[in-house]
């Protein structure tokens, strides 16, 4: 055990990196423009975040595709890094806001490239405890997030606007660093064989328990049913086609589930701020309070919800982490005091989202799709990150502050709905699926 978290932090430290950048670029980018580019239009800056946000969503399935088809991921990931820390520094030296888009698109394409290479690649390197391994990168991502805010507003009340700037030059720092050292890392660090999850060679039982190291023998290639048998192809000689991502029962499901769930999250997160202050009349401290305990919580909750997953399903977790963002959103609707909805508010639930959508891909798709299918995920989450900001201020703006958490409810309660119907143990098996084998 000791020895196998050892060898994993060329893989984790990554996440802390993207994490640092993307808090700097994205969290502070729009009062940079704003007072030190001096652009006057709010709606070139949230331009600047939905151009962020498409662009991880296309880049982030390419980058995954093209992880599975590489012999050394983890070299690309501290090439694509390195590469990116060169550019984040463009953005202390920009004069304009078209400029500073364009590095953060740029940015942000680099960026896409590490959760599904490192954690695809986590999880074939321990496919016993795939969930317990992604959250290792999930929980150094969410520390760079919270180095990377509280970081930056500390410069900010030392140097004013010349703190961001300062930022942006430790963030690229960091990222070079953190590219240098996963690259000679990456000298001695032998790739998972793909073919490794999938056992190809030795017969199994048709029914083996959850969990057990002998599997079905099928191809590497072939799609995963709902139940973690191998969906057929319309060739039955094995022969045939590339099946398409999407038509993986667990991938198609999850982008319907992100699609819905992270869409009204992220619209009342957009509006967190004077919901708290116009709306119900709160101190604006409690807008700092309530994302910070909710960051600090998932870095605490992450690797014993990720032992959870492995061994009590993280379809089963990805169904809570539903379920807990459906009861929260009606809780904040219904009840409208500024202190609830910040405790309410700060309930770490993004973990059960991250850790079950990771868990399940990971025993549902095959080892030789695994970085494309972690890429989908990662990429859906951007675009209805996307999707979700411009949704919360639409709604805002059109019927009022009071009913963006009940539009949140709604759409959580449509993921709900998508994932208890497609994930939930006894749910009716995916088209192609032959083997009836429940999830146990």
Do not use: K
């Not at 004069?95 to 940015?107: E, Y």
């Not at 191998?230 to 060739?235: D, L, R, V």
């Amino acid at each position: 055990m000791g020895r196998r978290r050892v060898g994993r932090w060329p893989l984790v430290l990554p996440a802390a990196a993207e994490g640092v950048a993307t808090a700097v670029a994205l969290g502070y980018g729009p009062l940079y423009m704003r007072q030190a580019l001096g652009e006057p239009r709010l709606a070139v800056t949230t331009l600047m975040l939905a151009l962020s946000a498409l662009t991880w969503f296309v880049a982030a399935a390419v980058w995954g595709r093209l992880g599975d088809r590489v012999s050394r991921p983890l070299a690309l990931v501290g090439g694509t890094l390195l590469v990116c820390g060169v550019v984040q520094a463009a953005l202390a030296v920009v004069g304009g806001s078209a400029a500073f888009i364009a590095v953060v698109v740029v940015c942000s394409y680099l960026l896409a490239a590490i959760a599904p290479l490192s954690v695809s690649w986590l999880t074939l390197a321990d496919p016993e405890h795939p969930a317990e391994e992604s959250a290792g990168f999930y929980r150094m991502r969410s520390v760079g997030w919270t180095i990377g805010s509280i970081g930056t507003s500390l410069l900010v009340n030392l140097l004013d606007l010349s703190g961001i700037t300062a930022a942006f030059l430790i963030s690229s720092g960091v990222s070079v660093a953190v590219a240098l050292a996963v690259l000679t890392a990456a000298r001695g660090l032998e790739a998972p064989r793909r073919e490794a999850v999938l056992d190809t060679a030795n017969p199994a039982p048709a029914n083996p328990p959850r969990g057990s190291a002998t599997a079905p023998a099928v191809s590497a290639n072939a799609p995963i049913g709902p139940f973690g048998a191998p969906e057929m192809s319309a060739n039955p000689s094995g022969q045939g086609r590339r099946v398409a991502i999407w038509r993986f029962h667990a991938v198609g499901t999850l982008v319907a589930v992100v699609l819905l769930t992270t869409t009204g999250n992220e619209a009342f997160f957009a509006v967190v701020g004077p919901y708290l202050t116009e709306y119900l009349s709160g101190p604006p401290e409690y807008v700092g309070i309530s994302i910070g305990v909710a960051s600090f919580l998932g870095i605490v909750i992450m690797g014993p919800l990720g032992r959870v997953a492995d061994r009590w399903g993280a379809e089963r977790v990805l169904v809570a982490g539903c379920l807990i963002y459906a009861a929260m959103y009606a809780l904040i609707a219904a009840w409208r005091d500024p202190l609830a909805t910040v405790v309410l508010f700060g309930s770490p639930v993004f973990p059960f989202m991250s850790l079950g959508a990771t868990g399940t891909l990971s025993r549902r798709t095959p080892a030789a799709r695994r970085s494309e299918a972690v890429g989908v995920y990662e990429g859906t989450a951007a675009l209805a990150a996307a999707i979700g900001s411009l949704l919360g201020g639409v709604v805002a703006d059109a019927a009022g502050l009071g009913w963006v958490p009940v539009m949140a409810w709604m759409l959580a309660m449509g993921g709900l709905l998508v994932a208890w119907g497609r994930l939930r143990p006894g749910s009716a098996p995916a088209r192609g699926d032959r083997s009836g084998a429940p999830i146990h």
